[in-house]
Nanobody
Framework: QVQLVESGGGLVQAGGSLRLSCAAS????????MGWFRQAPGKEREFVST????????YYADSVKGRFTISRDNAKNTVYLQMNSLKPEDTAVYYC????????????????WGQGTQVTVSS
């Protein structure tokens, strides 16, 4: 099992950028596909992006496509989410998650979760 710790959240104005990081430990990071999800107050957790084990395949929710970029560095056991052109509706707690072997877009398929990092976008 991997343990996941997110960082990089904060308060940013609309149109700004943030880069989230998720550091993994305790497992073989390169054997996990990784995902980012988010949950806004009063809403269900929603899929943001996922990346395959070697980084060769990525998928995005339509709401973030063209603005967010997921990447990973297996040598550093870290996955990133670069968020550009942020909007107030991107405000949420962002979670990274690990799924054994395969990419997935539903939260139920992920085995391990981080504690989340708050992203707040002001208008």
């Amino acid at each position: 099992q991997v343990q996941l710790v997110e960082s990089g959240g904060g308060l940013v104005q609309a149109g700004g950028s943030l880069r989230l990081s998720c550091a993994a430990s305790g497992g073989t990071f390169s054997l996990y596909a990784m995902g980012w999800f988010r949950q806004a107050p009063g809403k269900e957790r929603e899929f943001v992006s996922t990346i395959s084990r070697n980084g060769g395949s990525t998928y995005y929710a339509d709401s973030v496509k063209g603005r967010f970029t997921i990447s990973r560095d297996n040598a550093k056991n870290t996955v990133y989410l670069q968020m550009n052109s942020l909007k107030p509706e991107d405000t949420a707690v962002y979670y990274c998650a690990a799924n054994w072997l395969n990419t997935a877009t539903t939260s139920g398929e992920y085995d391990q979760w981080g504690q989340g990092t708050q992203v707040t976008v002001s208008s």
